[in-house]
């Protein structure tokens, strides 16, 4: 078992900071292989499990079409469908870890897109999960707000946010900012457990349109 560590790991590190879309995915294509393994086994990421959770507290049809924004390998789409969801749709930058999604059998769809820039998504979401995209990019409170758009008008957005980025960028005041600019709601902000062997903690969005 990985010990528990003060230290940031370099591998999170490349992560963290202002990146362009093409320095993710140069990060991606090379960490895609062993990227589940790295954060599970290795950071004790947890933030797929609470965000879920969180979900199924406001999503009780299994029928609902849900949105998984930044998908990754598929590790959300796959909790997401263990719980009997039916209707997964998966977006993300990376190819390389959409093939990883796609190999698990449990998005209706996946594609490619990029949070910052400009995005054509259809209304026909009654939720939209975004696990492990928000961290340390001064635009993401302002880029998430595109994310309503594919919402239906009585539907929810669980983000999770990295809470050293959180903590670095005043997240919170920006989050604010955004609403008050977009028109979302804020319903809630929870601690939750995030990379525990870095001991680096999240927090958890509940938004409204």
């Given at each position: 078992?990985?010990?528990?560590?003060?230290?940031?790991?370099?591998?999170?590190?490349?992560?963290?900071?202002?990146?362009?879309?093409?320095?993710?995915?140069?990060?991606?294509?090379?960490?895609?292989?062993?990227?589940?393994?790295?954060?599970?086994?290795?950071f004790g990421y947890l933030a797929p499990q609470a965000a879920v959770a969180c979900l199924k507290t406001h999503l009780p049809s299994l029928n609902a079409p849900i949105l998984d924004m930044g998908c990754g390998t598929g590790l959300v789409g796959k909790?997401?469908?263990?719980?009997?969801?039916?209707?997964?749709?998966?977006?993300?930058?990376?190819?390389?870890?959409?093939?990883?999604?796609?190999?698990?059998?449990?998005?209706?769809?996946?594609?490619?897109?990029?949070?910052?820039?400009?995005?054509?998504?259809?209304?026909?979401?009654?939720?939209?999960?975004?696990?492990?995209?928000?961290?340390?990019?001064?635009?993401?409170?302002?880029?998430?707000?595109?994310?309503?758009?594919?919402?239906?008008?009585?539907?929810?957005?669980?983000?999770?946010?990295?809470?050293?980025?959180?903590?670095?960028?005043?997240?919170?005041?920006?989050?604010?900012?955004?609403?008050?600019?977009?028109?979302?709601?804020?319903?809630?902000?929870?601690?939750?457990?995030?990379?525990?062997?870095?001991?680096?903690?999240?927090?958890?969005?509940?938004?409204?349109?």
């Open positions: 078992m990985a010990k528990e560590s003060s230290h940031l790991d370099p591998r999170l590190a490349r992560n963290y900071g202002e990146k362009t879309s093409d320095d993710f995915r140069a990060v991606y294509r090379e960490w895609a292989d062993t990227y589940d393994g790295d954060l599970i086994d290795e909790l997401l469908f263990d719980s009997g969801y039916q209707i997964i749709d998966g977006l993300d930058l990376s190819l390389e870890m959409l093939e990883k999604a796609r190999a698990l059998g449990v998005y209706r769809s996946l594609g490619e897109a990029d949070l910052t820039g400009k995005l054509t998504l259809e209304p026909i979401y009654q939720a939209v999960i975004c696990v492990g995209v928000f961290s340390h990019q001064p635009s993401q409170p302002f880029d998430l707000a595109q994310l309503f758009s594919a919402l239906t008008p009585d539907g929810v957005l669980v983000a999770t946010v990295n809470g050293k980025g959180w903590k670095e960028i005043g997240w919170e005041a920006l989050l604010i900012q955004s609403a008050e600019k977009n028109g979302f709601r804020i319903e809630s902000v929870s601690d939750i457990p995030y990379l525990t062997r870095q001991n680096i903690p999240g927090k958890l969005l509940t938004l409204r349109p």
